[in-house]
């Protein structure tokens, strides 16, 4: 896949965690414009949305264009002509090399510019804490900041991992999360935190561990009631079900969430989550 085509997928599915957390900007009603530069270069925009008469236009660049600034300005003229409202344009950069870009024209009879964003300059966190595997991907194009990037890396994966609805849908993200990494030097990393992917389980993640000690206590004390391997049997499998709702509620999961993920109600993990704590 190219780097194009996969930021276009995933700023699609997350372009509200795109706006907010990289360009600061809320927004819950908009509609996506389908438009294409027929007198620049045939090409489609990245991503080109219309919300409150305004008009918000993004392109993705993975190196130095010293004409930036002019195709920018081009592709301002051909929206305008289409769409005449206040116009919004953002270049958001993901290249290896120093962002050197010209964002502006000035001359005596007009002025242009627009916004670079450098995503190395954004940091990860914003991105680690959401909930959608478009956006989480992002993550890894972001500012580490002081942490370690194989953590960093093992941690998106993680999420990735309880976020996929099936194998295949995880193996997307994955070729998805390769591609992105080469913009920064990071794709040997990838690849061995996925190596050490290839067998996980629930009970391989953070958290899994306590709700699963707490099971077999409460199956102990059931045990001296109902018998003890019974008690035992029933203990382990709230074990492993608290197991899975700690670590998602680790991760920022709301209950309603869960509920879907896990298929149980939200009573049954409240009830779980209190029995956890007495």
């Keep these: 896949m190219k ?3 996969i930021l276009k997928e995933i700023t699609k599915e997350a372009v509200k ?15 996506f414009l389908d438009f294409e530069f027929p007198k620049i270069e045939k090409r489609d925009a990245d991503i080109l949305i219309k919300a409150n008469e305004k008009i918000i236009h993004i392109e993705f660049q993975s ?17 305008y002509s289409r769409y005449p409202y206040d ?4 270049v958001l950069y993901i290249g290896k090399e120093k962002l050197s870009m010209k964002n502006k024209i000035k001359t005596n009879s007009c002025e242009f510019s627009y916004e670079i964003i450098d995503l190395k300059t954004i940091p990860c966190d914003r991105f680690l804490k959401i909930n959608n595997p478009e956006a989480l991907v992002l993550a890894i194009l972001c500012d580490f900041g002081e942490h370690n990037p194989k953590e960093v890396i093992k941690e998106i994966l993680h999420k990735l991992y309880l976020l996929s609805k099936n194998e295949n849908e995880f193996r997307k993200y994955l070729l998805m999360l390769e591609e992105l990494s080469t913009s920064r030097n990071l794709k040997e990393e990838v690849k061995e935190a996925e190596m050490g992917l290839q067998n996980l389980t629930w009970e391989d993640l953070p958290s899994y561990e ?3 000690e707490k099971g077999l206590e409460k199956g102990l004390e059931e045990g001296l009631e109902k018998g003890l391997k019974k008690g035992l049997e029933e ?7 608290k197991g899975k709702i700690l670590m998602l509620k680790e991760l920022g999961f709301s209950d309603k ?4 993920k896990l298929n149980i109600s939200q009573n049954k993990i409240e009830e779980l989550l209190k029995e956890n704590n007495d």
Aim: glycine content about 6%; charged content about 30%; hydrophobic content about 45%.
């Design 235 to 241: 203990g382990i499998k709230k074990g492993v079900l």
């Design 17 to 31: 965690e795109v706006l907010k957390y990289i360009l600061n900007i809320e927004l819950d009603d908009f509609e």
């Design 210 to 212: 306590i709700g699963l």
């Design 3 to 5: 780097k194009d085509l």
């Design 87 to 90: 116009i919004f344009q953002y």
């Design 63 to 79: 190196r130095n264009d010293k004409n930036m600034h002019i195709r920018m300005a081009r592709y301002f003229l051909e929206i």
């Design 257 to 260: 969430e869960i509920s879907q």
